[in-house]
Nanobody
Framework: QVQLVESGGSPVQIGGSLRLSCAASGGTFSTYTMGWFRQAPGKEREFVASIAWNGGSTSYADSVKGRFTISRDNAKNTVYLQMNSLKPEDTAVYSC?????????????????????WGQGTQVTVSS
């Protein structure tokens, strides 16, 4: 079972940028599909982005498409979420997730139940 640790969350102004990182250990990172999810206070966890094991395919929630970019560096066992043009509605705890899979389906990996390992989360707060 891979262990995941997120970092990079912080307060940021509206329109600003942040890059979140998720470092993986304890597994063969290059065999995992990775995802980012977020949960705002009082709301259910929602899908943000996912990326195939080799970085060749990605998928995004409509709410972040064009603003957020997911990427991975398999040599560093790390997945990233670059967030630009941040809005107050992006405020949430962001968690990365892993699924042992080298077959990628953008539809399947939009659901949290598809992932078996989760990090503890990192807080992103967007305000003026």
């Amino acid at each position: 079972q891979v262990q995941l640790v997120e970092s990079g969350g912080s307060p940021v102004q509206i329109g600003g940028s942040l890059r979140l990182s998720c470092a993986a250990s304890g597994g063969t990172f290059s065999t995992y599909t990775m995802g980012w999810f977020r949960q705002a206070p009082g709301k259910e966890r929602e899908f943000v982005a996912s990326i195939a094991w080799n970085g060749g395919s990605t998928s995004y929630a409509d709410s972040v498409k064009g603003r957020f970019t997911i990427s991975r560096d398999n040599a560093k066992n790390t997945v990233y979420l670059q967030m630009n043009s941040l809005k107050p509605e992006d405020t949430a705890v962001y968690s990365c997730a892993a699924a042992r899979a080298t077959l990628y389906s953008s539809t399947y990996y939009k659901t949290s139940s598809a992932f078996t390992s989760w990090g503890q989360g990192t807080q992103v707060t967007v305000s003026s």
